[in-house]
């Protein structure tokens, strides 16, 4: 079992700035790979930002840019600094784990998930 809790959304004004961070625990969590992803309430979770096992990161078409994922391992956390927000980013952000499908975008794929943290951004 990996526990995922998030942090660190809030309410911001357009072109403002959020840190959201993930602290993983668990059983063998160090063989798990992560991402955030996103999901407006009534509609499918889709994928914001992955890392895999290398470092390497997938980013969203829309957050390319503006968005940074990275993995604290000494920390056990994964932070996702958001810059430049937009009203467009408003929605839940959540940590997920999975241990076999290493850099995928597919929720599908992923076996664990924190609760979520809420981002909102006005205009």
């Known amino acids: 079992q990996v526990l995922l809790v998030e942090s660190g959304g809030g309410s911001v004004q357009a072109g403002g700035s959020l840190r959201l961070s993930c602290a993983v625990s668990?059983?063998?969590?160090?063989?798990?790979?992560m991402g955030w992803f996103r999901r407006v309430p009534g509609k499918v979770r889709t994928g914001v930002a992955i890392i895999d096992s290398n470092g390497t990161t997938t980013y969203a078409g829309s957050v390319k840019g503006r968005f940074t994922i990275s993995q604290d391992k000494d920390k056990n956390t994964l932070p996702l600094q958001m810059t430049s927000l937009l009203p467009a980013d408003t929605d839940m952000y959540y940590c997920?784990?999975?241990?076999?499908?290493?850099?995928?975008?597919?929720?599908?794929?992923?076996?664990?998930w924190g609760q979520g943290t809420q981002v909102t951004v006005s205009s």
């Open positions: 997920a784990a999975t241990r076999y499908w290493c850099g995928s975008v597919d929720p599908g794929r992923y076996s664990y």
């Open positions: 668990g059983y063998n969590y160090r063989s798990y790979c």
